[in-house]
């Protein structure tokens, strides 16, 4: 049974972005880490691809921790998935390096416009979704 998903990174640095929106101050790695049920360790590499890429900005000190660079509702999925996996592309032949072994450089099988609406539909559907989408509201 083959499913397509995103890989657990991914996963977990939307969770930890969601927790630092969510937060809506500053907030330690130790807290990320226990709010987002992710390792402090896994925790720790995500949050720097994430100030690295400039989603989150980090603070040293005894009031250190971190914040969101941006508003939550200027980070989307779509953000958080191409600095953990890259840009999406449903299948490599999207990709404009991609020589298909079926048909060459120049010409295109049956199946790669069907593959570009799928890539755009789904890009397109990650943009939509923001992270003040999910702030709590209690």
């Known amino acids: 049974f083959l499913t ?3 890989n657990l990174e991914c996963d977990y640095a939307i969770r930890i972005v969601d927790v ?3 937060a809506n101050t500053r907030i330690d790695a130790k807290t990320i880490s226990e709010r987002s049920c992710v390792s402090l360790r896994f ?5 720097h691809k994430l100030v690295t ?3 989150v900005v980090s ?5 250190g921790g971190y914040e969101l660079a ?3 509702s200027d980070i989307s999925l779509y953000d958080i998935v191409c600095i953990i996996d890259g840009e999406y592309h449903f299948n490599r032949c999207i990709d404009d390096n991609y020589i298909c072994s079926r048909h060459g450089k120049d010409k295109q099988c049956q199946f790669h416009n069907i593959y570009c ?4 539909y789904t890009v397109e559907k990650l943009k939509s979704y ?8 209690k």
């Open 117 to 120: 609406q799928i890539t755009n």
């Open 20 to 22: 630092i929106a969510n």
């Open 53 to 55: 890429n400039g989603i």
């Open 43 to 47: 925790s720790l590499k995500i949050l």
């Open 59 to 63: 603070f040293m000190g005894t009031n």
């Open 4 to 6: 397509m998903q995103m």
């Open 130 to 137: 923001t992270f003040d989408m999910f702030l709590d509201t």
């Open 70 to 72: 941006k508003s939550p």
